[in-house]
């Protein structure tokens, strides 16, 4: 049977899938919280792991070592970088590429990391299928499938978000998504990111993120309880 690690970076990502998990069991490792229990019929772990690269992989490796969660699931929101992605739209990975990892004087193309074998880590597509119809089931005609970018960057101006753009092609931007996929390749872990948009990676965004945050969140969390339900159906 599956069990589901889910993750997001801050408590407003959170906060409702804790809310709704039945017969939960609180851990702390790292000075993170690990609520354990079931959640709409699927065995999960929900975990605010903070924001950015590292915290994100630690937390991946505890939920596989400590946990023996069976695929990992990343929820919450973003910045856009298609014109087509409006705020409160939803993106489900197909892979995840770093913007910021460059080790181009050596000739590797920017984003991979020395000794991977991919430049993007690519999501599995069993967990792709499930959050793209649980994505659907929320916000009917609003989802896209395709590349998200990850660095330890709030992205909020037009150069930064046109270079990330050119150097992934991806759909959105945030700050923990493919380092979640990262140590979920290193460990033989399916995973999928679902994200909502939250601003737009530009010049509005400081502006539009604090209005906007709790909104998208709470979208991607309702989404990840259904799939978490056709997880459970499956
Ligand atoms: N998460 C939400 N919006 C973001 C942005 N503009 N940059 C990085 N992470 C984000």
Do not use: W
Not at 28 to 33: D, I, L, P, S, V
Not at 167 to 186: F, Q, S
């Amino acid at each position: 049977m599956t069990k589901l690690g889910i993750i997001g970076a801050m408590d407003v990502e959170v906060r409702t899938l804790k809310e709704k998990m039945e017969n939960p069991v609180i851990s702390r490792k790292a000075g993170m919280e690990f609520c354990e229990g079931i959640l709409e019929g699927t065995p999960a772990v929900v975990v605010q792991c903070g924001v950015g690269k590292v915290n994100a992989a630690m937390c991946v490796q505890i939920l596989c070592d400590c946990f023996g969660v069976t695929a990992l699931v990343n929820t919450g929101i973003a910045g856009s970088l298609c014109a087509e992605l409006d705020i409160g739209d939803l993106v489900v990975s197909r892979d995840a590429m770093y913007h910021d990892f460059d080790v181009s004087a050596f000739g590797r193309p920017v984003g991979q990391v020395p000794g991977m074998d991919v430049v993007a880590f690519p999501a599995d597509e069993t967990l792709m299928a499930y959050a793209y119809a649980a994505a659907e089931s929320v916000n009917p005609g609003h989802t896209k499938t395709g590349r998200v970018a990850s660095g330890d960057q709030f992205v909020c101006r037009q150069d930064q978000k046109d270079h990330i753009i050119t150097v992934t092609g991806a759909l959105c931007t945030e700050m923990e998504g493919t380092a979640i996929a990262h140590a979920a390749y290193r460990n033989g872990v399916p995973f999928v990111i679902l994200r909502a948009i939250s601003d737009k990676a530009d010049n509005s965004a400081d502006m539009d993120y604090p209005t906007f945050e709790a909104i998208a969140a709470d979208r991607c969390a309702r989404v990840t309880m259904a799939m978490a339900k056709r997880v459970r159906e499956a």
